[in-house]
Every structure is written in structure tokens, then in C-alpha cells.
């Protein structure tokens, strides 16, 4: 009873308002997390399931850049009932403290702490919106409530090479923060006894809903950067109560200890592709079929997927392995193989897709041949088109990743190739 009453005391705020830069072209059109994944979902769908299945019903998503798709997403997906005090709600930037947009993740709340004085919540998560895990986020707050912290920091340890991409926290033996530098180039403190990890702040806080007003009004009047990151919690940790959470002890009811602690910024174009193809191995590290922690989108009420002609003699065969293949997908005739393939693509014969992401609607013509690619919505790729193979040729026409990556964006003309003849 204790935890249902302290849900029901907490709003959530989620910053989905980034641009998204490093995901280029994927975000040219859209915000980051409204960036497609797993078949079927955004990225925002996954830290609003956690709150949901972990029973915080209070939920608001802060939206700025190129906001359209992201905005229609939810409000189509996540209708809760408000009459009874449950809404998901998208709250788009609106200048409310002057003629500018967010300066900063702090700032984005400050410009919005007109819904915490409506609500008057003993409690705010501020959570970040573009981000691949499974929390239980009533844990994060029990301890919260324990050790009656003015703000909790959930962190995950990374390898000490990856710093400079995160906020690294120092703690006591107690949890409590003694440190925090926002993505230090060199010199970052390292986790005792495990000199190759630091431990990364996961960008998702729980404050006291007075403390956090009364720093970001604070704040507010400084010339300063307004983030969470780099001035609101090194300002705190040494005069208040701050805390980190160990994400790595989050528990999920249904999932396997190896699913345990597992965590991906998608920020890049290399982390994105990595984390789509976990999903694809035979004992996944992030599980989507756990009917405890139910993972739900928009429905599609699409046909189901369908794969056919088994021609051995003519190598025409529809088949897929260690794939994910969405609602409204035909493979007709082609081979699919460690890729995950979103709904209504179209796959035609004698085609050869490898460890690819294909998105909604993509048409890939016959004697195609595609390694390593992400392609994005609504792409026809015409017959006998050849893409990841040679990539002096693919920087020419889209984006390659520093990793080989070929990413081709929205709205991307391919020239069609004069094919020889070949088997019908």
C-alpha cells in the first residue's frame, strides 16, 4: 500500500525534445525518439512501458525538435484515462519564460514547472526518452523514500573508454554521490577494484518535488548552460542529499538473469544498428516476449507476415533466419538473415538481405543484395540494386558510419540498374 500511495504522489516528466544528431539521417525528419526499432515500436515506447508496468500513471513528454511523428505516435498509441487521474500527455515547447526554446535538459523542465504546481506531486521522475531498456521504476523510488534523498541518479557502469559519452558518478560505500563530471574527456574516476569501468549516469532522475523547483529556479537565473548534467547536479551533490541508484540490481519479474542490467543509449548510428541486431540472437540480452513485462505500441491490425515459394532448383525460396519479421511483411521468394524487418516490407525474389534493418514499407527488388544497412521508411530499392558491398560506391549515394554502416535515409531515389536476363 505504502508504494501505491507514493506512485500516486510522483509525476513523471520525459524529455523526448533532443535533436538527435548523432543518428543522422534517421533523425533529418524525425526527433530521436521517435526513431522506429524492433519492428514495430519508437524509442520513446520503452521508458513509457517501464512506467506504466512499473504503475506510474502521471506521465508528461516534453517534445521540441521536429515533433510531428513523435506527437502523433503517442497520442494515437497511449491513451490512459484521465478522468480517474491516468494520462500520458505531450506537452510541446511553448516559450513559456521568454522568446526562446529549451536551453538545456534543466531548462526544459523549468519551462514547464507549471504542471508540477498543478499536480503539487511530492515527487518528479525526470526521465530521459531515448533510451532501449526494462526498469522497474518503483524499485528506483522505494530506495529514493529510504534514504530520503533529495534527488537519485539511476546509473549502469560502462567501460572507462566510453566516458566521455556519459556523466560519470563517484559514490561512498553508502551510494551516496561525492562526484559527478559531465563527459570528461580523460580522467575519469573509475569504479573501485574494476579500473577499466566507470559509472555513467543513465540520464533518469527522482527528486523531492520542492528541492527540484527551488534549484532549477535557481538556476534559471544564472548565465549559464541549464543542464542537468553539467550544472544542476554537480551544484547538488555537495550540499544536499544525492544519491546514486544501481540499475544493475533492477529486477523484472519474467526475465532471466542474463537480461539483467541491460542498457543502450542509441545514440549513434553504430549503438542503434548494435542494439537492433540483440535482438535477433537466439537467446536475446533485451527479451521483447516477456508477458510479465509486456512491451505494447500502436496496434497495426496489419495481415500477418507470410513467406513464400520453396523453388530449391532456382534458389527461390522465401526464408528468414535469426530475424525479426513485423505484421504485413511478404518475403516473396528472398533470403533474410540476422535483420529485422518492420512491418508492410516487401522483399522480391532472388534477393539477399544480411544483417540489415529494414523500416515500414521498404520494397526491395529482385537480385538485390544488401549487408549491413539501415533503410528507412517507404525506400523502393529498385531490381538489382547492390548496397554494403562496396562502400566507396555507397558513400557516394547515402551516409556510411565510421563502422561501415550504410544508412539510406527517407525519400532516397536509387537509380535502377539495366539487369541482364535472368530466371522469372
Keep these: 500500500m505504502y ?27 524525425r526527433a530521436k525518439p521517435a526513431v522506429p526499432f524492433a519492428g514495430r515500436y519508437r524509442i520513446i515506447d520503452f521508458v513509457i512501458n517501464n512506467f506504466i508496468n512499473s504503475g506510474f500513471l502521471k506521465i508528461k513528454v516534453l517534445t521540441q525538435f521536429k515533433s510531428n511523428s513523435l506527437i502523433e505516435h503517442i497520442t494515437r498509441t497511449w491513451r490512459l ?24 535538459t534543466a531548462d526544459a523542465v523549468f519551462q514547464n514547472l507549471e504542471l508540477i504546481f498543478d499536480d503539487q506531486p511530492e515527487y518528479v521522475c525526470v526521465f530521459g526518452g531515448d533510451h532501449i531498456y526494462k526498469m522497474d521504476v518503483n524499485q528506483m523510488l522505494q530506495e529514493h523514500l529510504s534514504n530520503d ?31 559527478f563530471v559531465e563527459k570528461p574527456k580523460e580522467g575519469a574516476k573509475t569504479i573501485p577494484d574494476r579500473p577499466d569501468m566507470v559509472l555513467a549516469s543513465m540520464g533518469n532522475y527522482i527528486f523531492k518535488s520542492n528541492v527540484m523547483i527551488d534549484v532549477l529556479q535557481r538556476n534559471a537565473l544564472r548565465d549559464a548552460a541549464h543542464d542537468f548534467g553539467k550544472e544542476i547536479i554537480p551544484d547538488m551533490y555537495s550540499r544536499m542529499k544525492v544519491y546514486a541508484y544501481d540499475f544493475a540490481k533492477n529486477y523484472i519479474p519474467g526475465e532471466a538473469e542474463y537480461n539483467r542490467g541491460y542498457w543502450r543509449d542509441v545514440g549513434t548510428i553504430e549503438s542503434y544498428f548494435a542494439a537492433c541486431l540483440d535482438l535477433v540472437s537466439v537467446t536475446p540480452m533485451f527479451n521483447l516476449y516477456n508477458p510479465q ?53 516487401r522483399i522480391h525474389s532472388y534477393t539477399d538481405v544480411d544483417e540489415s534493418i529494414l ?32 562502400q566507396e560506391a555507397d558513400r ?13 535515409p527517407k525519400g532516397a531515389e536509387i537509380e535502377e540498374k539495366v539487369m541482364a536476363e535472368a530466371p522469372v
Design 3 to 29: 508504494g501505491l500511495l507514493a506512485r500516486r504522489n510522483v509525476l513523471t516528466m520525459i524529455l523526448a525534445g533532443g535533436m538527435g544528431e548523432r543518428l543522422y539521417p534517421l533523425t533529418r525528419d
Design 81 to 104: 484515462v484521465p478522468e480517474i487521474g491516468q494520462y500520458v500527455d505531450v506537452v510541446p515547447a511553448q516559450m513559456r519564460k521568454g522568446p526562446f526554446w529549451f536551453r538545456g
Design 149 to 179: 534523498a533529495d534527488l537519485t541518479i539511476a546509473t549502469n557502469p560502462v567501460p572507462l573508454s566510453e566516458a566521455h559519452h556519459f556523466g560519470i558518478v563517484e559514490i561512498d560505500s553508502d551510494y551516496r554521490v561525492i562526484g
Design 293 to 345: 513485462w509486456p512491451i505494447v505500441s500502436a496496434p497495426m491490425n496489419l495481415p500477418p507476415a507470410k513467406f513464400v515459394f520453396a523453388d530449391a532448383q532456382s534458389q527461390r525460396i522465401g526464408i528468414a533466419t535469426d530475424s525479426m519479421v513485423s505484421d504485413g511483411v511478404i518475403i516473396s521468394g528472398g533470403t533474410i538473415n540476422r535483420s529485422v524487418l518492420h512491418s508492410r516490407v
Design 359 to 390: 523500416m515500414d514499407g521498404v520494397d526491395v527488388g529482385r537480385h538485390s543484395r544488401i549487408r549491413r544497412a539501415i533503410i528507412d521508411k517507404g525506400v523502393k530499392i529498385p531490381p538489382g540494386t547492390t548496397i554494403g558491398y562496396d
Design 396 to 408: 557516394e549515394r547515402f551516409t556510411v558510419s565510421e563502422t561501415g554502416i550504410v544508412v539510406v
